[in-house]
């Protein structure tokens, strides 16, 4: 995963937490399940390239 990806990762995952604590606020589920998700899918393609890392290593 190049510089690129993992700055948008991050935001992505910034993004998520941020749409999570608006809907929070604002007693919207929809936008507050949307965020989790937004934060979920980030953190996953980070393990994923985490774990493609450590099987390229050996």
């Not at 929809?30 to 980030?42: F, M, Q, V, W």
């Amino acid at each position: 995963m190049g510089l690129g990806e993992k700055v948008k990762l991050a935001a992505a995952k910034v993004s998520g937490k941020g749409k999570e604590a608006a809907g929070e606020a604002a007693g919207n589920d929809r936008l507050k399940a949307e965020g989790k998700t937004e934060h979920a899918k980030a953190e996953l393609k980070q393990a994923a390239d985490k774990a493609k890392g450590i099987f390229k290593k050996h």
